[in-house]
C-alpha cells in the first residue's frame, strides 16, 4: 500500500484538487486524481474530500493512499461480529447494531458504517431499511433482496413496525406512564439538533413507562430507567421527548444529559454515548412468513452502569413490544 503527503505550494494555490494532485504526482493522470477523490481515497487537511472541483490553498496537506500499481488501495471492512447476528434468512438478516458505528456512510466514514460491516459478513450488499443514531445501539434490519428491502422499508413507513428501547436517564417523568406526541422541527443555531414546538415541524408520538429509580449522584437529580415505545420514526425523536418530559439521557449533550456521572463514594463514570437502546423490533416478514420478533440483549455498558449504581439489572429485563416481560 502506498501513501502519500503532499504539501501543496505556491504553484498549486487556487487549483482544483485534482489538478493539484495532478500537477504534485507526476506518474499520476487529472483522471486517476478523480477517480481517487470520487472512491473516498483523498483527505485534505485532514477531512475527506469527494469533490474534484474543492480549491486548494498553498500550504494545505494533501494525502491520497494508492495501491502498489498506483490505484485506489482496496477497502478494507471488517465483517460485524457473528455472534451480534439477531436473524438471517434468504430475504433479510437482523442484527445487534454496536454503539459508535454509522448506520450509513460520512465524509469521514464509509468503510466502518454498519451496512459496510454487515455486507462484508455476507460478502454480499445488503439494503439499508431504517437508521440508529450512531451512539444508539440495538436491533437494526437489512434486505437482503430489492424487493425485500423495499417491503421492509414500506413496513416501517406504513407504520407496521413495532419498536421497544430502553434509556438511562437523569431526572423525574412526570407520570409512572403516559404518551408524548407533539410536532418536531430543527432546532436554530443548532445544527442536526431537533426540538418541540407548537406548529409547523413533522408530528410525534411516544409512549413511555418509568422502570425505576437506579439511583442518586452527587449532581443531585435521581437516575432512573425508562421504556420507550415509539410510535413514529422521527430523527432524534426519543432524545428530544425525554429531554422535553424533563429526563434526558445519560450521555446526551445535545440534548441536557450529563457527560459523565459522579458516584456518592467518589468514582467518575464517563459516559461514552446516549444510553439508548434499541432493544427489540416486531414487524411483518417481507416474504409472507411468520412476523419477525428481535430482541437484542442488553448492552455492557447499560448493565455495567446499573451494577455500579446498585440497582438490579431486571429493572431492564420486563418490558417487551406488547408491554409484558421477555421470555427467558
Known amino acids: ?48 474530500v469527494r469533490v474534484a472541483s474543492r480549491q486548494v490553498r498553498p500550504g494545505q496537506v494533501v494525502q491520497i493512499t494508492l495501491s502498489e500499481g498506483g490505484r485506489l488501495a482496496p477497502k478494507q471492512t471488517r465483517p460485524i ?12 438478516i437482523a442484527v445487534d447494531k454496536p454503539a459508535g458505528v454509522p448506520a450509513q456512510a460520512t465524509l469521514t466514514s464509509d468503510r466502518d458504517t454498519l451496512p459496510a460491516q454487515v455486507g462484508a459478513h455476507l460478502n454480499a450488499p445488503v439494503g439499508l431499511v431504517h ?4 451512539g444508539t445501539s440495538g436491533v437494526t434490519i437489512f434486505g437482503r433482496r430489492t424487493k425485500a428491502t423495499r417491503a421492509l422499508a414500506e413496513a416501517f413507513r406504513e407504520g407496521q413496525a413495532r419498536k421497544l428501547y430502553l434509556a438511562l436517564c437523569q431526572g423525574t417523568l412526570p407520570a409512572e406512564t403516559g404518551r408524548f406526541e407533539g410536532r418536531l422541527a430543527p432546532r436554530p443555531g443548532r445544527a442536526g439538533g431537533f426540538e418541540c414546538v407548537e406548529s409547523g415541524g413533522i408530528y410525534a408520538a411516544t409512549t413511555y413507562r418509568h422502570l425505576g429509580v437506579l439511583g442518586e449522584t452527587g449532581q443531585g437529580a435521581p437516575l432512573c430507567a425508562v421504556a420507550l415505545w415509539p410510535e413514529t420514526g422521527r430523527t432524534h425523536q426519543l432524545r428530544v421527548h425525554l429531554s422535553t418530559l424533563g429526563a434526558p439521557l445519560l450521555g446526551d449533550r445535545r440534548y441536557g444529559g450529563p457527560d459523565h456521572l459522579t458516584l456518592r463514594d467518589g468514582r467518575r463514570l464517563e459516559l461514552g454515548r446516549a444510553l439508548l437502546h434499541a432493544r427489540a423490533l416486531g414487524l411483518p416478514h417481507p416474504c409472507a ?12 455498558d447499560f448493565l455495567d452502569l446499573v451494577e455500579a449504581l446498585g440497582a438490579p439489572a431486571s429493572l431492564l429485563e420486563g418490558p417487551t413490544l406488547a408491554g409484558l416481560p421477555l421470555a427467558p
Open 131 to 134: 437508521r440508529l443514531d450512531r
Open 289 to 300: 412468513a411468520p412476523d419477525l420478533e428481535l430482541c437484542a440483549p442488553l448492552p455492557p
Open 1 to 48: 500500500m502506498n501513501r502519500r503527503e503532499l504539501v501543496v505550494g505556491e504553484a498549486e494555490g487556487g487549483l482544483r484538487l485534482d489538478k493539484a494532485i495532478a500537477a504534485l504526482c507526476p506518474d499520476l493522470s487529472r483522471n486517476a486524481a478523480r477517480a481517487l477523490i470520487s472512491a473516498g481515497g483523498v483527505f485534505l487537511a485532514g477531512k475527506r
Open 81 to 92: 461480529d457473528p455472534r451480534r447476528v439477531l436473524h438471517v434468512d434468504p430475504h433479510l
